[in-house]
């Protein structure tokens, strides 16, 4: 029994430990999937404040190329040029023309290719360059980016179309597309979701995992609690196995010899019971004779020496009611020999019903193999002797379960009965 328990512990203990190493494995999976998340955030933190930076650097260019376009335009006089005139004759009239040097040249080509660079800006913000330049009003025209926020706003806007413009896949001359961009914004929206649609499920699956550990955690104490109680019943089953007094063991009475073997007594309240006026074993009887008890008898025997083995049939008082007369004087050596079945025995009497039950146990005990070559005899006390072995005081003829039971005694041949 306690290898059982052993085993059944250790597969327990295995089970135990291989359930919290999957748990363990749970956590660590969603704590990197956490700091994975954490990682992509970060990252596209530093993106965003790049492209912020970016767009505000930019920005200050733009307003700082304006203004200057704009100084020049106002401080610039209008030079006099001699256009060429197609004459009506098919000539031509030239005017002439100074020479420009090649600085002044290069000079107006890099101010063109600014020029055409703070167009193209200014277009991708939103605003028309020839509206701009057909109704004089420049600051009219730049004054919704500005106006609710600083050089700042206005800048990082800048930094921030270039910033979709480089996401999208598009030339940083070339204007934005509305629905573009409200696309790559939705998409960023939806992605944003999900992740945080990701982060609340994984908190719920730490929590639920959490409360899993907490479940195993009580589990293992409610099995660890009841391995001890298991391993404390085997030590207490052993020490009564090496003492060979079981808890139904009835010890000798006072006067006798020491080393007189125990009384071994089958009670009804342990599940020792035949049915009223009946001497029929039930399966569970049965069982319980061919296991604990045929054990405890084959240890007692080695121990004492004894080779005598005397089933007695205890019954109360209440009388017996049969209408038929007992048969047990013709057939009950053929049911003790084996020739009959337990069933045919009418006893129309107490003592004859004790009788009855004792061939009943004597029978099933005779056959188990380690009580081969042993003497089994069944004999009858009916309700003449009370639980404490002695002599009844008188009828009372009440309903008294533990006068209602077989004691077993164990002998050497040749020494007195009882």
Known sequence: MRQDVDRQNGSYRQGLILGLT???LLLLLVFCLLIALAALLADAKLKLDKAEDELAATRTLALS?????RREALATPPQAVQ????QPGGGTATAAVA????????????????ADRTVARLKAAGIDPEAMAETGDTLGALRPLVEGAGPERVLADVALADALRERLGVAADAPLDAD???AFVAESRDQAVAAARRLLEAERQVAALQESV?????????AREAAEIAEAEAAAAAARAANLVPDDVVAARDGRAADLPPIITLKEREGFLFETGSAVLGPAFADRLTGETAARLRALVDRFDVDVIEVVGHTDERPVA???ISNLDGALIDVVRGGGTVEALVPADNAGLGLARAVAVARVLAADPRLAGLDVLPLSAGPLVGTDGRLIEGATFADVAERRRIEIRLRRSGAPAG
Do not use: F, H, K, Y
């Not at 190329?65 to 376009?69: C, G, S």
């Not at 020479?99 to 600014?114: E, F, K, M």
């Not at 907490?214 to 409610?222: C, G, H, Q, S, V």
């Open 180 to 182: 573009q961009v409200a």
């Open 65 to 69: 190329a304006l203004d200057e376009a």
């Open 83 to 86: 256009a060429a005139a197609v």
């Open 22 to 24: 999957m748990a363990e």
């Open 322 to 324: 049969r209408n038929t």
């Open 214 to 222: 907490a479940a195993l955690t009580e589990d293992a104490a409610a």
């Open 99 to 114: 020479p420009a040097s090649g600085a002044a040249v290069d000079d107006t080509w890099d101010r063109l290719v600014a």
